[in-house]
């Protein structure tokens, strides 16, 4: 991309689809040690509003993943994350918006925000 560590806490942009990038290939690197089949998906309604990944399982099961590359995190981060759930009904299985911050949140109703580094990081 040509960018540097300083160019990219400069342009805010240029870190999100990085960061974005970087969730989709670290969540289809950790689906390939899954004995189920993981599909992964974009989802955009007819207004535009999306959710960056989503993740369907057996039985049609779906969860929504949003990436922010911002360390805090608002109710209005879950408007795609709320249409999907909205649109998927019963197989809808949770929503989760990574961010760059420090603290796991609820936001209701299956929705959490999580901190990007619990992908690589064990408990």
């Known amino acids: 991309m040509g960018v540097d560590a300083a160019a990219l806490l400069e342009d805010r942009a ?4 990085l960061a974005e990038t970087f969730v989709f290939q670290e969540l289809r690197r950790q689906a390939s040690w899954q004995t189920e089949e993981l599909r992964f998906h974009h989802y955009r309604d007819k207004d535009g509003a999306e959710v960056d990944i989503v993740l369907e ?3 049609g099961r779906v969860a929504g993943i949003e990436v922010k ?3 805090t995190v608002t109710a209005s981060d879950f ?3 709320r249409l999907l759930r909205d649109a ?12 760059d911050g420090e603290t796991v949140a609820g936001f209701g ?3 959490h925000a999580v901190p990007i580094r ?3 990081e064990t408990t």
């Open 57 to 59: 399982r057996g039985g």
């Open 69 to 71: 590359a911002s360390a």
């Open 14 to 17: 240029v870190y999100g689809r």
């Open 118 to 120: 619990t992908l690589w």
């Open 88 to 99: 998927t009904g019963s197989r809808f299985v949770a929503g989760i918006v990574l961010y």
């Open 109 to 111: 109703n299956g929705l």
């Open 79 to 81: 408007r795609g994350l």
